[in-house]
Antibody, heavy 121, light 108 residues
Framework: EVQLVESGGGLVKPGGSLRLSCAAS????????MNWVRQAPGKGLEWVSS????????YYADSVKGRFTISRDNAKNSLYLQMNSLRAEDTAVYYC??????????????WGQGTLVTVSS | EIVLTQSPATLSLSPGERATLSCGAS???????LAWYQQKPGLAPRLLIY???SRATGIPDRFSGSGSGTDFTLTISRLEPEDFAVYYC?????????FGQGTKVEIK
């Protein structure tokens, strides 16, 4: 069974930093592209960032480019999101999500339960 | 960027009724690369449909997807109590991948 478990969320002040983690199990992590998708309170879904299976290709939404960094450690079956210069509008539940393959970015086949990031003074 | 517009924003129906949800794209979605998700309060989204009309693993056949180009539809043939939720469409035909704003299906 595919399992994705996010951690690292919490309350942070504007301008601060936070690192999210996603622990994967139940599949060959190194074979799949991975993503972060967020959802602000009461709002819809927003794609944030993606990384291909071997980390060769990395993509960011314009809203986070230059502030967030996605990475992965295939040996540890883990995905990360380093978030710097956080703003109030970054407040959201952050989901780790898996693509159905490792080379082309498509739909989000499996999702974690999410971790809440709150940016407030 | 492709903008997806879902309609209606809210659909009020009774169990057993048919639900028809629409997703319109600001430009053509190549190869019908469109997915649908269901989200219940406090839970993560769940993939229902991909490639516009293919059901994901374990999804009941009362859920069906159709459409191409700029117009897509999710149909729930007979609503079950567990189907009342918010539904999102998402395109992956061009970068960046984008979502619609969602349609809430509520109990009438």
């Amino acid at each position: 069974e595919v399992q994705l478990v996010e951690s690292g969320g919490g309350l942070v002040k504007p301008g601060g930093s936070l690192r999210l983690s996603c622990a994967a199990s139940g599949f060959t992590f190194s074979s799949y592209s991975m993503n972060w998708v967020r959802q602000a309170p009461g709002k819809g879904l927003e794609w944030v960032s993606s990384i291909s299976s071997s980390s060769s290709y990395i993509y960011y939404a314009d809203s986070v480019k230059g502030r967030f960094t996605i990475s992965r450690d295939n040996a540890k079956n883990s995905l990360y999101l380093q978030m710097n210069s956080l703003r109030a509008e970054d407040t959201a539940v952050y989901y780790c999500a898996r693509d159905p393959n490792g080379w082309r970015l498509t739909y989000f086949q499996h999702w974690g339960q999410g971790t809440l990031v709150t940016v407030s003074s | 960027e492709i903008v997806l517009t879902q309609s209606p924003a809210t659909l009020s129906l009774s169990p057993g009724e048919r639900a028809t949800l629409s997703c319109g794209a600001s430009q053509s979605v190549s190869s019908s690369y469109l997915a649908w998700y269901q989200q219940k309060p406090g839970l993560a989204p769940r993939l229902l449909i991909y490639d516009a009309s293919s059901r994901a693993t374990g999804i009941p056949d009362r859920f069906s997807g159709s459409g191409s180009g700029t117009d897509f539809t999710l149909t729930i043939s007979r609503l079950e109590p567990e189907d009342f939720a918010v539904y999102y469409c998402q395109q992956y035909g061009s970068s960046p991948r984008t979502f619609g704003q969602g349609t809430k299906v509520e109990i009438k």
